[in-house]
């Protein structure tokens, strides 16, 4: 009897650590896809597409706000690449995604009002918040894109005359190879072979 006991505390003992592994496993996973930006995006965008009413206009601003702030991630990521001057660009980015921040925090907490008629006289102030922020991100890429446009047109004309000189420099190398190997050929035979060419010609 004894023995049957043990064996069962063993078991239940097994099984309580199977379960809280699996537990920790699951919470550690859901934790991952909360940080996960690109994992968190999709949720985002599915649960936008499928909700109704003002609360789905909600998601669909936050949808629109992510997308603005990640698009003027990337163009401040690709000035920094680049040799350019970069002037307050990185500042001013910082200051706007903490303002993206802050504001994605509202339109969360504006999820969870129950209040439809709330909801709805709402939403019009978060509309324009985000569409002044929306507007800043564009200003910073309009910036970046001017910067890299010069940058490219610059290097690309000195592109262009780094080639030019050098196809110029290689005509005229086969310019005087030509008139090198003409001279070889005619002008420059001895007094000797002159003559022979001339029996010959005989």
């Known amino acids: 009897m004894e023995v049957l006991l043990w064996i069962f505390v063993a078991f239940l003992i097994m099984a309580l650590a199977s379960i809280t592994i699996v537990v920790l496993l699951v919470r550690a996973v859901f934790r991952r896809i909360r940080r996960s930006r690109a994992l968190a995006g999709r ?21 629109r706000l992510a997308d603005s702030l990640a698009s003027g991630r990337a163009a401040v990521e690709l000035a920094a ?4 001057p970069r002037g307050e660009l990185d500042r001013l980015h910082r200051r706007i995604a903490q303002e993206g921040d802050a504001l994605d925090r509202q339109l969360r907490f504006m999820e969870s009002e129950t209040d ?8 019009p102030v978060a509309e324009g918040r985000v569409d002044q922020l ?9 910036a970046v894109g001017a910067q890299l446009d010069g940058l490219t047109d610059d290097s690309l004309a000195a592109l262009r005359a780094d080639v030019d000189r050098e196809v110029s420099a290689l005509h005229a190398g086969v310019q005087a ?25 005989r």
């Open 134 to 142: 929306v507007s800043l991100v564009r200003r910073v890429r309009a």
């Open 177 to 201: 190879l030509r008139a090198l190997n003409g001279r070889d050929a005619y002008g420059d035979a001895s007094p000797e072979t002159s003559a022979r060419r001339l029996d010959r010609s």
């Open 116 to 123: 439809a008629a709330a909801l709805a006289r709402d939403l």
């Open 81 to 84: 690449q680049g040799a350019g």
């Open 43 to 63: 949720a985002l965008r599915t649960r936008a597409r499928f909700t109704t009413g003002p609360r789905g206009q909600v998601l669909r601003l936050r949808v």
